[in-house]
């Protein structure tokens, strides 16, 4: 991929220090594979291949959940940041389109009468979701009957939650919610999905000639083959995706 020569202004906003920071959410296990010795998956490969657009050096910020991710924006402890757009972190960061998409659903107990996603959200129904997770955040803005419980700590914790209180169903990304019920016989995974969380690249507001660099960075990445490159590279043929080009009116938005 041969990406847009980055103007002094671009390089200004992006990289203030001469270093690229880019923080890196090590919950997603999917965006990254391996934490030690260092991250590896398609986030930091990324944030490795801005660094290198850019012409300099890359230092990872890691962070264990988005939430703090986002929240570290006010901080200027990072200068981009691959995370889930959800509009609830929008007051502090602006998005480039996604680079990758990652299908939401939930998982139920055995003998359950939900069976697609779209039968969870009834009266009388309680939800047990990850608090701060982008699906989660979604579920906060479009679920209107269910009873929504936001649980804090690790997913491991959430799902241990989920088996042992009184829930009728456990939000999550399907590749996640696939190894969970490994762990409660009988559990099942919705039909269909709720929502498919959209990755992408988050910097501070403010810095618009980074946006729209960053923002045509990931459409050539998506349209020259190197997102989907890295998908296969580690394996994930069938848990994530490629999310769609935008088309040309959108991006002249």
Same mark, same amino acid.
């Given at each position: 991929?041969?990406?847009?020569?980055?103007?002094?202004?671009?390089?200004t906003?992006?990289?203030?220090t001469?270093?690229?920071?880019?923080a890196?959410?090590?919950?997603?296990?999917?965006?990254?594979?391996?934490?030690?010795?260092?991250?590896?998956?398609?986030s930091?490969?990324?944030?490795?291949?801005?660094?290198?657009?850019?012409?300099?050096?890359?230092?990872?910020?890691?962070?264990? /959940?988005?939430?703090? *991710? =986002?929240?570290?924006?006010? $901080?200027?402890?990072?200068?981009? &940041?691959?995370? !889930?757009?959800?509009?609830?972190?929008?007051?502090h960061?602006?998005?480039?389109?996604?680079?990758?998409?990652?299908a939401?659903?939930?998982?139920?107990?055995?003998?359950?009468?939900?069976?697609?996603?779209?039968?969870?959200?009834?009266?009388?129904?309680?939800v047990?979701?990850?608090?701060?997770?982008a699906?989660?955040?979604?579920?906060?803005?479009?679920?209107s /009957?269910?009873?929504? *419980? =936001?649980?804090?700590?690790? $997913?491991?914790?959430?799902?241990? &939650?989920?088996? !042992?209180?009184?829930f009728?169903?456990?939000?999550?990304?399907?590749?996640?919610?696939?190894?969970?019920?490994?762990?409660?016989?009988?559990?099942?995974?919705?039909?269909?999905?709720?929502?498919?969380?959209?990755?992408?690249?988050?910097?501070?507001?403010?810095?618009?000639?980074?946006?729209?660099?960053?923002?045509?960075?990931?459409?050539?990445?998506?349209?020259?083959?190197?997102?989907?490159?890295?998908?296969?590279?580690?394996?994930l043929?069938?848990?994530?995706?490629?999310?769609?080009?935008?088309?040309?009116?959108?991006?002249?938005?």
């Amino acid at each position: 991929m041969i990406a847009k020569v980055p103007s002094t202004a671009v390089r200004t906003q992006l990289a203030p220090t001469g270093v690229l920071r880019a923080a890196i959410n090590l919950s997603n296990f999917l965006l990254v594979v391996e934490r030690e010795p260092s991250p590896r998956g398609p986030s930091p490969r990324l944030a490795q291949a801005v660094a290198e657009a850019l012409g300099v050096p890359l230092q990872l910020v890691l962070f264990e /959940t988005p939430s703090e *991710v =986002a929240e570290a924006a006010k $901080d200027n402890v990072w200068d981009v &940041a691959n995370i !889930g757009n959800e509009p609830q972190r929008a007051e502090h960061i602006d998005f480039t389109s996604a680079y990758v998409e990652i299908a939401a659903t939930y998982l139920v107990r055995q003998g359950s009468k939900l069976k697609t996603a779209t039968d969870v959200d009834c009266p009388g129904n309680r939800v047990a979701v990850k608090k701060g997770s982008a699906y989660g955040l979604w579920l906060e803005n479009n679920m209107s /009957t269910a009873e929504l *419980v =936001a649980l804090p700590g690790s $997913d491991d914790e959430v799902f241990a &939650a989920f088996a !042992g209180q009184h829930f009728d169903a456990l939000a999550g990304l399907r590749p996640g919610l696939l190894k969970q019920q490994l762990k409660l016989s009988g559990s099942k995974i919705t039909e269909g999905h709720f929502t498919a969380v959209q990755q992408a690249v988050g910097l501070r507001k403010g810095k618009p000639e980074a946006l729209e660099w960053l923002q045509n960075f990931v459409e050539d990445a998506k349209r020259d083959g190197l997102i989907e490159s890295w998908i296969q590279s580690y394996g994930l043929q069938g848990k994530l995706s490629v999310a769609p080009l935008e088309s040309l009116c959108q991006r002249s938005l």
